[in-house]
């Protein structure tokens, strides 16, 4: 399209902008890099210079939560993003904001459940189990157990299955119960 010119790095940096715009929540560095690997828009050493240029630029923001780092859009990297989205081809945006359409659920699992554990002593770990949502907690639940093993495989199992789960956890809990 370009010949890796100024105008490629700000038509690049636009799609980053236009990503996390169009998924509407904070993505972290895997889930963009994989919305732009899948859509075969840029390589990965580009994504990687262009995001850091777009938080020093403080078009982006980032933050830490659960060990992990999100990238969200600054108010002035939407006002950019508004400005300027004319400047990305249609059947680009297109074929973006179908990907981000396709894989929303996954996005949103990816981010909104979350999981850790610490270890309080040789035979006791604080499991902490949460759905997230709009920055409110839907659950929160601390989980005492015995072993290291049992922490990560109920970590796992809440990343694998946490909807089934508080749905079964809420209708436990609602459901009235015949002695």
């Known amino acids: 399209m370009f010949e890796n010119s100024s105008e490629e790095i700000i038509y690049h940096k636009l799609l ?14 895997s889930q963009i890099t994989q919305v ?11 994504l990687q210079s262009l995001l850091s240029e ?3 630029s403080k078009l982006i923001t980032t933050y830490k939560e659960s060990g992990r780092e999100y990238y969200t859009l600054t108010l002035n990297g ?3 993003h508004d400005y300027f989205v ?9 074929k973006v904001d179908k990907y981000i359409c396709d894989n929303k659920g996954n996005l949103l699992a990816d981010t909104q459940i979350k999981s850790s554990f610490v270890k309080q002593s040789d035979n006791e770990y604080i499991v902490n189990l949460r759905v997230v949502e709009d920055q ?9 157990v015995s072993s290291e093993k049992q922490a990560n495989s109920i970590c ?5 299955n946490a909807s089934e789960m508080y749905t079964e956890i809420i209708s436990l809990l609602i459901e009235k119960r015949e002695n």
């Open 16 to 29: 980053i902008l236009h990503i996390l715009k169009k998924a509407n929540m904070p993505l972290t560095n």
């Open 36 to 46: 732009v690997l899948d859509t075969e828009m840029m390589n990965y050493f580009s």
């Open 54 to 56: 777009l938080t020093d």
């Open 78 to 80: 939407e006002e950019s």
């Open 86 to 94: 004319s400047r990305i081809p249609e059947t680009v945006m297109d």
């Open 136 to 144: 409110s907690n839907l659950i929160d639940l601390n989980l005492n």
């Open 156 to 160: 796992n199992n809440w990343k694998k």
